[in-house]
């Protein structure tokens, strides 16, 4: 079984051609509103996607990290958010912050919790793809409460007196503890990493995932 896991992981990481300049190494929902979206049953990982998908991913993002926005803007992230779409892919996020302590300041720990909020509100994915696609430099440490707050106004229905008061708050705190904890304690290489079906995928040059279909023998990882 642990062979075949192998298999399959190699053959779905070629197919989302993966680039990955590891922190340490947007995601182009067309109908974001449509997708899925909870908490995870851990309390660590923000689920998206139908929960009787064949494939589950597991994502690990730091939201400072560079590499974490150009797969998701330039990448394989478009690509996978569309099988999720699709039903044929869930993608467990797993929020990591650890570039706070590298570069300083609490930026990564913000944008987690105001993601945190934004899934209250049913608004993860989408607020998930404005702050990639406006993302400070990760010098700047630019993930400010007013910047979080700012970014939240392009995403109809999410600002709100709920909403605003967490970010300012850090209501999420223990939520995002524990999703730096999960990062840490995981097998991830750096961000963005990712699992498929509990196997690391290994880094691959980026390529195109149009070359394929759900119907490819890769995408069969239930026994």
């Known amino acids: 079984m642990l062979v075949k896991q192998a298999i399959r992981a190699i053959a779905i990481a070629t197919v989302l051609g993966l680039s990955l300049a590891a922190c340490g190494t947007r995601t182009g929902y067309a109908n974001d509103a449509d997708i899925p979206e909870s908490l995870g049953t851990d309390g660590t990982t923000i689920v998206v996607g139908d929960e009787g998908a064949d494939t589950t991913i597991r994502l690990f993002e730091d939201l400072r990290c560079p590499a974490c926005e150009e797969f998701e803007t330039q990448g394989a992230g478009a ?29 990564s720990k913000k ?25 400070p430099d990760e010098a700047l440490d630019g993930f ?7 970014m939240a106004s392009r995403v109809e229905g999410l600002r709100g007196p709920d909403f605003d008061a ?27 990493s990712l699992e498929l079906s509990g196997v690391k995928l290994p880094e691959f040059e980026r390529g195109y995932l149009s070359q394929y279909t759900e119907s490819s023998p890769v995408w069969t990882t239930k026994p």
């Open 166 to 192: 967490a970010v300012r708050t850090m209501r999420y705190q223990d939520f995002v503890t524990a999703s730096e904890k999960a990062y840490q304690e995981s097998s991830a290489y750096g961000t963005p």
């Open 79 to 107: 690509e996978l958010s569309k099988l999720a779409q699709k039903g044929s892919v869930q993608v467990h996020y797993t929020l990591a912050s650890f570039l706070d302590d590298k570069l300083g300041g609490n930026g």
């Open 144 to 150: 400010t409460d007013g910047f979080l707050l700012k």
């Open 111 to 135: 944008a987690a919790n105001a993601l945190r909020a934004a899934l209250e509100e049913g608004k993860f994915v989408e607020y998930h793809q404005v702050l990639y696609a406006h993302q």
